[in-house]
């Protein structure tokens, strides 16, 4: 007679709790301290995500999970390697956004965002990101993915009197509303043919389903897929994008951009490969085509942006993040007709790791560009070389590392593996199409680069005034190593950058280091 | 020597230049100083990295088992992705070793140069750093033996070349760096397709295993897809007409050192990946391509001259850059041509034809930018008026210099672009057993035609540049005449094209087994 209390195995559990529990102690503490004092939450906001991503390590093993209807299986937790790597990206985004923030907080936070809800919002979503790769059932998988979004909006919108702002999160709100409905519909429908919501047990009830529910588990399939398709923001689902990035706080496009979309991605690769499974034949052409349309559109997109117009630059990332997106569907896409999907998949995570470290990266730099420039527009950053190199360098890597041209090894070696996965899978019109997806990314990338090093009139002209700004970051050594040098560089930003750079250069050197996981199987 | 000790001068050469590139962009130490100026112990540091570079090339041609050059030698192999089974796998036979120098010989002599004439743009720092990476690039390009890495190295140099014309070149610059590298960035992705797909259907991408094989692992289908995907690749930066249509651009509006590197280096690694990659791993693939490869390398000979020739008319306001640049899609098709024939005679005169290339077509570079230098133009109608520059009489040394490099260019007996372009058509007038004999006689006559287009329209240019009447030779302000460092920068080009052309067996010795090894010992 098994126990009817379930015993919970809350060690497996710490990655999702440390974050959710600091969220309920950052909102009560933010009621306690004085104003003055409030830049403390977010370097508590900070040390925990960091805190929550070292207990990953004790986890390394991967056998753990918990929340199980029988002891050892039909679980609704299990950290296994899949949960543990994308938690260690979720947090880590977090992370380097809770930096990103106490940058662009501390100096006027006071009026524009409200401190204490602004880390507490942050926290629960990141609980959220972190819950959602290790969810093993249809419903936990909802609820994660509610929990991630739903603190999103209200970051969104946090700016107090941003039109933009907004507008941006009511964009964002009713879209994702419209999804998260939909898929629920969808989610009910599996219910209904199947009689379980455990991944595991679905696709073992669609193989087993009566022919009568066969077409309402497939409308269900479909329903459900398109819910998380949204998330990823992959065509035509990708709309809101641009506007709400725009519109959000950098350090919250940011999170959107690789947090939200690593909850998209986790979240189709659990149905497709766990849940979904029977019906490969469906969605894994589906993917493909989705793949083909969501780089194709991002990449035009961002190759249409104007540089002079107001906040051109993260409008650029928001569609490139669209198109780079797309790439990360191509493997799943392979998925389906591989004899071992499990292993398709790895390259989809191996490359989301390349493309958290860079992303971030270059938003960090976005996020110091933006401080001296506040309109953040492209032409903000030509000659940025001259007076700030480090960072010049770094956004130059980072964005190399994007577009897949040495010297950003690690981004060329990602690209060869998701273009190996499509033509492994015999999907040759799917690597063609990303090829010509290359080449228009390249364009936008490496005029984005150019201009960093073009010289400005305003730095030929006033003589007097070019020296004073480069003086401090051109004569001390570690101009180089990191933006700390830099003038006016705030602790928190220069951390973010020199993290990002060092682990873009790492993985250059290195590139085994996220590539494993494209050879073993994770799931 | 023995091979361990080659094998870290092979290594050495590779990383030297990059650890050179890091070192460029870092503050400059006090004590490292070579020049009074920052700017001057900048360009010092290039100077003493590439010539470092050139000693080790030179160590590792003098290490290199010359009785064996058909075997891969001064050999590391290192497992360094195993997730997509990618090896630091690093090698050079007589196929490769002439390049290499070639490639450390050029880009040291581009560093002397521009260490005492560096062209107009933002600073030595960034300028060094770019023309180290790009070393690195290419040399790695000419050592790897891992078609992954052969990407990694194909792709390493577009990123500083497009930064030395974007940044250090004439009018247009922004616009043809920009199609430069779109250009080559699709035909190597097409080629990254390819070669996927050899390594996924093959099992690996190790070069010589796959060169051993020849191509027994791969379906004639597979061979055919992967032969014409790697082939785009290569053909764009060969360049291959009708693919070529970046490379007069790049070539006018890049700095001088920037157009000898791409002439003299560049090119040469999209017809050495042809040699290295496709004849012996897809045979079945280039087998069927190879007629249509010989004709579009013919029309591209043609074509060459024949825009040459336009481009050398009075009246047409030719550019002696882009004249230059157009020449090369047409010596370019007489190496295509060599390789198309399948024949141990053609691919020999390929790579021969190749090295003569660079040589020869780097010092036009120089010469043509030294004659932009002292007039402010190349404009050809603008330098020779209506009755010629008369370079002889104003500057004699370097109209000499000049004639001797168009006239070596034109294929004289007794220099070296005599022999490549010999071998090669006699190769096309032999073909490989199983081509079509009448198509290939066809492609002989039309390539010698092209032969005497050449000529034609290199003496055009000597007859204008170089002669003219008294009046024009006397006129003032004179022009200096080689100065000193291009004197020491240009010599040992000239001084090589003369030995290669007079003694083609050092050369020849070299390729000549490890190209019948490649091609399956027939």
């Known amino acids: 007679m098994p126990s009817l209390v379930q015993s919970v195995d809350w060690v497996a559990l710490t990655p999702v709790v440390i974050p959710a529990a600091l969220a309920l102690a950052v909102l009560v503490a933010d009621l306690f301290l004085p104003p003055a004092r409030k830049a403390l939450l977010g370097w508590l906001t900070a040390a925990g995500l960091l805190a929550a991503g070292l207990t990953l390590i004790p986890l390394r093993d991967g056998h753990r999970s918990t929340f199980c209807q029988t002891p050892g299986a039909s679980c609704s937790y299990a950290a296994d390697h899949f949960a543990l790597v994308i938690q260690a990206l979720v947090l880590g985004g977090a992370l380097l956004t809770a930096l990103l923030s106490l940058a662009t907080g501390t100096t006027d936070a006071t009026d524009e965002?409200?401190?204490?809800?602004?880390?507490?919002l942050l926290l629960s979503s990141a609980a959220g990101g972190a819950l959602l790769p290790a969810s093993r059932d249809l419903i936990t998988l909802v609820v994660a993915l509610e929990v991630t979004t739903l603190p999103a909006f209200a970051l969104v919108a946090l700016r107090r009197g941003d039109r933009l702002a907004s507008e941006a999160a009511l964009k964002f709100f009713l879209s994702s509303v419209v999804a998260t409905a939909v898929s629920l519909l969808g989610i009910s429908f599996v219910y209904a043919a199947t009689g379980t919501v455990n991944l595991a047990g679905v696709a073992h009830g669609l193989t087993t389903a009566p022919g009568q529910l066969e077409h309402l588990a497939k409308a269900g399939v479909a329903l459900t897929l398109v819910g998380f398709a949204f998330k990823l923001a992959a065509a035509p689902f990708h709309f809101w994008v641009p506007d709400t990035?725009?519109?959000?706080?950098?350090?919250?496009a940011a999170y959107l951009s690789v947090v939200g979309k690593s909850a998209g991605f986790s979240g189709l690769i659990l149905l497709t490969v766990i849940a979904f499974r029977p019906y490969d034949d469906v969605w894994g052409p589906a993917l493909g085509v989705l793949a083909a349309l969501t780089m194709t559109v991002g990449n035009v997109g961002a190759l249409r942006q104007r540089p002079g117009a107001d906040r051109s630059a993260v409008r650029l990332l928001a569609w490139s993040s669209i198109g780079q997106a797309g790439y990360l569907l191509v493997p799943m896409a392979a998925a389906a007709s591989a004899a071992d999907p499990a292993h398709e998949i790895g390259t989809t995570v191996a490359y989301a790791l390349m493309y958290g470290v860079v992303n971030l990266g270059a938003f960090a730099v976005a996020a110091l560009v933006t401080r001296g420039a506040p309109r953040g527009r492209l032409t903000d950053y030509r000659g940025l070389y001259a007076r700030r190199p480090a960072a010049a360098l770094a956004l130059a890597f980072f964005l190399l590392c994007l577009a897949g041209l040495p010297p950003g090894v690690i981004g060329l070696f990602a690209k060869v593996?998701?273009?190996?996965?499509?033509?492994?899978?015999q999907h040759g019109w799917l690597a063609v199409i990303m090829a010509v997806n290359v080449v228009i990314a390249l364009v936008y990338y490496v005029r984005w680069t150019a201009l960093l090093f073009t010289r400005t009139e305003a730095d030929a002209a006033p003589a007097g005034l070019a020296p004073a700004a480069e003086g401090p970051s051109a004569t001390g050594p570690a101009a180089v190593q990191g933006p700390a040098a830099a003038a006016g560089t705030p602790v928190a930003l220069a951390v973010a950058?020199?993290?990002?750079?060092?682990?873009?250069?790492?993985?250059?050197?290195?590139?085994?280091l996220v590539l494993r996981y494209a050879q073993g199987t994770l799931l | 020597m023995n091979d361990t000790a080659l094998q870290y001068v092979l290594v050495a050469m590779l990383v030297l230049p990059l650890l050179g590139a890091a070192g460029a962009l870092l503050p400059i130490p006090r004590a490292l100083r070579l020049g009074r100026t920052p700017e001057r112990a900048m360009l010092g540091l290039g100077v003493l990295v590439t010539g470092l570079v050139l000693v080790l090339a030179i160590v590792l041609a003098a290490g290199f088992d010359h009785d064996h050059p058909a075997t891969m030698q001064a050999t590391t192999d290192l497992n360094w992705i195993p997730a997509l089974r990618i090896h630091l796998h690093l090698g050079v036979d007589g196929i490769s070793l002439p390049l290499l120098v070639l490639t450390a010989l050029l880009t040291f002599l581009c560093a002397l140069y521009s260490c005492f004439s560096l062209p107009k743009g933002p600073g030595p720092q960034a300028f060094v750093a770019l023309l180290l990476l790009l070393e690195t690039g290419t040399l790695a390009t000419f050592a790897v033996l891992d078609l992954m890495l052969f990407f990694l190295a194909f792709e390493t140099v577009l990123i500083p070349m497009y930064f030395l014309i974007a940044r250090w070149g004439g009018e247009g610059r922004e616009r043809s760096a920009l199609r430069f590298i779109v250009y080559t960035v699709l035909g190597s992705v097409i080629m990254l397709l390819g070669l996927l797909l050899i390594g996924v259907k093959a099992g690996t991408f190790d070069m010589v295993?796959?060169?051993t094989d020849n191509g027994s692992h791969l379906s004639h289908s597979t061979q055919l897809t992967a032969a014409l995907a790697v082939g785009l690749g290569l053909a764009v930066k060969a360049p291959m007409w009708p693919l070529h249509s970046w490379l007069p651009d790049a070539h006018t509006a890049a700095p001088t050192v920037g157009s000898v590197l791409l002439a003299g280096v560049l090119l040469k690694m999209g017809t050495y990946g042809m040699v290295r990659i496709l004849l012996p791993e897809t045979p079945g693939g280039?087998?069927?391509?190879a007629p249509y490869l010989a004709a579009f390398a013919v029309v591209g000979i043609i074509y060459g001259s024949l825009a040459c020739l336009a481009l050398a008319r009075q009246g047409n306001g030719g550019d002696l850059k882009r004249l230059i640049a157009y020449s090369s899609v047409g010596h370019m098709g007489f190496v295509l041509l060599g390789i198309a024939t399948l024949t141990a005679t053609g691919v020999n005169g390929?790579?021969?034809?190749?090295?003569?290339h660079g040589l020869i077509t780097g010092l036009l570079f120089f010469l043509v930018g030294a004659v932009k230098d002292r007039y402010g133009s190349s404009d050809l109608d603008q330098l020779a008026g209506r009755t010629g520059a008369a370079l002889y009489g104003r500057a004699p040394r370097l109209g000499g210099l000049l004639a001797f490099g168009a006239v070596a260019s034109l294929g004289l007996p007794g220099l070296a672009g005599f022999w490549g372009e010999m071998l090669a058509m006699f190769g096309s007038f032999k073909p490989a057993a199983d081509l079509s004999r009448p198509a290939y006689l066809t492609f002989t006559a039309i390539a010698a035609f092209g032969t005497l287009l050449t000529a034609a329209y290199l003496l055009t240019v000597v007859r204008r540049v170089c002669m003219g009447d008294r009046d024009t030779a006397d006129a003032t302000p004179a022009l200096a005449d080689v100065r000193g460092y291009e004197f020491a920068a240009w010599t040992p080009l000239a001084a090589l094209t003369v030995v290669a052309g007079l003694w083609p067996a050092v050369l020849l010795g070299l390729t000549e087994p490890a190209v019948r090894a490649l091609l399956g010992g027939n």
């Open chain 1, 497 to 512: 950058i020199a993290l990002t750079a060092v682990a873009g250069i790492a993985l250059s050197g290195a590139p085994q």
């Open chain 1, 417 to 425: 593996a998701v273009f190996s996965s499509a033509v492994g899978a």
């Open chain 2, 286 to 289: 280039m087998h069927t391509y």
């Open chain 1, 113 to 120: 965002l409200p401190g204490g809800e602004y880390w507490f």
């Open chain 2, 350 to 356: 390929a790579l021969f034809a190749n090295v003569a």
């Open chain 2, 209 to 211: 295993t796959l060169a």
């Open chain 1, 245 to 252: 990035y725009a519109g959000a706080p950098l350090p919250v």
